[in-house]
């Protein structure tokens, strides 16, 4: 089987409509301590997790599974894309004036 060079190369594209993220981040408190140190424990061992101030922690999405897997409860703040846990990273590191 041959390939006609004169074909174009179809090439990858990020942006616009065709590239759309597939993890998925989700900003979750815990409702006190105990349950805090517990959950931050059971993340921090199997997925990334990124923590903001207030104690409010950006994770994937999967990461809900291994809270409910270890009985340990949470509240889901918001939901969105790595793009969107980026920005919260940001937002969270500028210095009130």
């Given at each position: 089987?041959s390939?006609?060079?004169?074909?174009p190369?179809?090439?990858?594209?990020?942006?616009?409509?065709?590239?759309?993220?597939m993890?998925?981040?989700?900003?979750?408190?815990?409702?006190?301590?105990k349950s805090?140190?517990?959950?931050?424990?059971?993340?921090?061992?199997?997925?990334?997790?990124?923590?903001?101030?207030?104690?409010?922690?950006?994770?994937?999405?999967?990461?809900?599974?291994?809270?409910?897997?270890?009985?340990?409860?949470?509240?889901?703040l918001?939901?969105?894309?790595?793009?969107?846990?980026?920005?919260?990273?940001?937002d969270?590191?500028?210095?009130?004036?």
């Open positions: 089987m390939k006609d060079v004169n074909t190369v179809q090439e990858a594209s990020f942006s616009g409509e065709r590239y759309k993220p993890i998925q981040m989700v900003k979750i408190r815990f409702p006190d301590d805090r140190v517990q959950g931050f424990y059971e993340l921090i061992q199997r997925i990334r997790v990124i923590c903001l101030p207030d104690d409010e922690f950006i994770i994937p999405e999967a990461g809900l599974t291994i809270l409910d897997e270890s009985g340990i409860p949470c509240t889901i918001e939901q969105g894309g790595f793009d969107h846990a980026l920005k919260a990273l940001r969270s590191a500028a210095t009130p004036v």
